[in-house]
């Protein structure tokens, strides 16, 4: 019977069939809005994949700085050693801080994801990643 007065959609308590609209508004629904409720915010943007510049930045210039101090250390003078130990420290530096902002970058995208959850818990009264289940007793 509830199938008869909503158009064919099952009722709003069936699961993920509640967020579709029916199949006459699916036609003419955005790409953008494709596979989201009604109203829904949209889901944070997704993280780019890491191009070559970026990981020759990122690895490629701690390695060299490091290489290039354990050469000037093989010339076993004492201002070499001195002045190898220096730009492994340096190498060393660099990976650090370049760790460092990868884990506040990733840090602002947690929050922007609990952002996220908090506003469709707000709008349809559930996380975004539960699944549908049956009342408990």
């Known amino acids: 019977m509830a199938r008869e007065r909503h158009g064919g959609r099952p009722h709003a308590t069936h699961g ?9 508004a699916r036609a003419y629904a955005p790409p953008a809005a494709a596979g989201r409720p ?21 690895y490629g210039l701690p390695g060299a700085i490091v290489i290039a101090g354990i050469v000037a250390m093989c010339f ?30 990733a840090g602002d995208a947690a ?9 469709y818990f707000e709008r349809f009264g559930r996380w975004p990643d539960e699944r549908a289940r049956p009342p408990s007793r």
Not at 38 to 58: E, N, V
């Open 16 to 24: 993920r069939d509640r967020w579709r609209p029916p199949a006459s």
């Open 76 to 105: 076993a003078t004492t201002a070499a050693v001195v002045g190898g130990a220096s730009l492994i420290g340096a190498g060393l530096a660099t990976a650090l801080i370049s760790w460092l902002y990868r884990v506040g970058v």
């Open 111 to 119: 929050r922007d994801e609990e952002e996220y959850a908090r506003s």
């Open 38 to 58: 009604t109203g829904a915010p949209p889901p944070p943007a997704r993280r780019p994949k890491t191009s070559w510049a970026l990981r020759a930045t990122r």
